[in-house]
């Protein structure tokens, strides 16, 4: 009884970490804990973010789709003088055997015409579209910003 709860100890942090990432494979692409910011009651658009890992050639991430809004445009942000710009693009360039972080302050999804908040805890499934390797479903994690994060720092 005693090896068991020890075991229980010793191995339930690296289970619960197991199971809170969500990586996603196709091909030589990862795409890796796909979250969504929370949002409030008549917020129509949200932010989302997830990082990719390419083992493979160049590709490009051209489009995303999530049922719980209208549409999913790929934005990026950067600073022009002392104003941060959002704009949005038509690709992300993923780079062969390369990494690419969308997270706040720089390549995200923006999720327009929300249906209902997106409330954290909550899941939904978003399709990814790149150019090479085709389309792959992830499930996107609602969660509230970590406390003391610099949202503007990536």
């Known amino acids: 009884m005693q090896l068991s709860r020890l075991a229980l100890l010793v191995l339930g942090p690296l289970l619960a970490a197991t199971v809170h990432a969500h990586d996603y494979k196709l091909g030589a692409l990862t795409v890796g804990h796909p979250y969504a910011r929370f949002t409030v009651d008549g917020q129509t658009a949200g932010g989302g973010f997830l990082s990719i890992d390419n083992g493979g050639a160049a590709d490009r991430l051209v489009g995303a789709s999530a049922p719980?809004?209208?549409?999913v445009e790929l934005h990026t942000m950067r600073m022009e003088g002392?104003?941060?710009?959002?704009r949005r693009v038509e690709g992300i360039d993923v780079p062969a055997n390369g990494h690419v972080e969308m997270g706040p302050g720089g390549h995200h999804l923006m999720f327009m015409g929300l249906k209902a908040?997106?409330?954290v805890g909550e899941k939904f499934p978003m399709t990814l579209k790149f150019?090479?390797?085709g389309e792959l479903r992830v499930e996107v994690q609602?969660?509230?910003p970590a406390p003391g994060r610099d949202e503007h720092k990536h």
């Open 68 to 71: 719980v809004a209208e549409r």
């Open 82 to 86: 002392d104003v941060m710009r959002m």
């Open 117 to 119: 908040p997106l409330k």
């Open 131 to 133: 150019q090479k390797a």
């Open 142 to 144: 609602v969660e509230a």
